[in-house]
């Protein structure tokens, strides 16, 4: 009796630590995965608080579109001591593009996902620096990104830039294609800001 006991104790040990080693090794890629996806969140919602911090903002006095480009038009220009260059978030704190041309008391922001538009990006939450170009109708192409890189459908993507005292959230991953025969992957990307629902915009200042 004492043996029958013991080797039921000893199967019910084996199917315990049977089960304990299934598990884990089907949950270790889930726990990555709620990791990452926590990193990502932190970062965005971090952020948003930062944007708190920015001083300077600027209404919407028209939403344009010319040859497949998208516009700003803001109320701000040179007698406010707005200057090209500078970048223009919205109230959540995505990137909506830059200031390219100046007026007196206006500015014109030129949509940071309109074709020939450049930026240097970072993809979380690799933390990864990209190039990050625009394609038109608020799209965007991530370049030089490795093949070898675990880069997801849903990761973030920040503009990268060393005069700006916060990260700039740009855009989110929509598309990745891996190519066998390329040392790197196509991925593509969707602008986080919607320009022609914005009503106001926030101007951030360099670092000097």
Known sequence: ????????????????????????????????????????????????????????????????????????????????????????????????????ELGETTAKVVIGSNLQETHDGELLPLGVRVIVKGRGARTLALELVQSDLPVREGDFVTLFARDLSRSVMMAEVTRVRREVSSAFQTVSAVLLARPDSLREVYLLEPVK
């Open 1 to 100: 009796m004492a043996k029958k006991y013991l080797f039921i104790l000893l199967s019910l040990s084996l199917l315990t630590r049977f089960a304990f080693f299934s598990y884990t090794a089907e949950t270790v890629f889930e726990l990555d995965r709620l990791r990452a996806e926590n990193t990502r969140l932190k970062n965005l919602l971090g952020f948003k608080a930062e944007i708190k911090e920015v001083p300077r903002g600027a209404r919407v006095l028209l939403y344009m579109q010319e040859l497949g480009k998208e516009f700003l038009l803001i109320d701000q220009g040179m007698s406010s001591g707005i200057f090209e260059g500078m970048r223009v978030v919205d109230s959540q704190g995505f990137f909506v593009g830059t200031v390219r």
